[in-house]
């Protein structure tokens, strides 16, 4: 009982973190992915609120010891663009070595995917942001692979609900959020942050 209080208590934080720096916009919007959303999550702002940054970045870390557990991985992957941003602070505030997904082989110098030391056999653990259709981390995933590292595991800060988790199951990646955008919804509709006809947007993308 007092489990279910203490994570309904940090979904509720985490919620008003997002909504009281702006992070959630309502209209239309084109996702990375593509898709159209009629509502948008930007967690690329986070960085400029310092105190909301540590907050999240330190719940994280606790979300990865409880869930994980640092023995069970040796590095800590970014994924671009602004997975890398949190990435890093986690693998700081675990004290794990860092390594970062680039976009795109680079045309010079090792011409990798992955930058920092992986050696071949090494358990990595995926960090990004957020997770729509989940084709991001799969490819990050699959340059990981490609540069001898093991993934099993992804963790992303929100979960949209829209088919990342199954696309990564398939590929052999378990992803595990800290928060869904379901548990946001509700939360934000239940302190009158959002109305219901903006929760209502938001559990209509949701993918049954």
Known sequence: MKTQKASS??????????FKVGAMEFGVFKLSTGKASPYYIDLRIIPSFPDAFTEICDFYAEFINNQIGAKNFDRIAGVPVTGLIFASQVAY????????????????GRERRVEGILASGEKVLLIDDLVTT????????????????????????LDREEGGTQVLEKSGVKLQSLLKISEIANSLSESGAIDADQKKTILKQIKK
């Open 134 to 157: 989940g084709v991001t981390l799969k490819k990050a995933a699959d340059a990981v692979r490609a540069e001898g590292g093991v993934v099993t595991d992804a963790v992303a800060f």
């Open 9 to 18: 208590d940090k979904t509720d934080k985490m919620a008003n973190i997002l």
């Open 93 to 108: 505030n675990l004290k794990k070595p860092f390594i970062y997904i680039r976009k795109g082989v680079r045309l010079r």
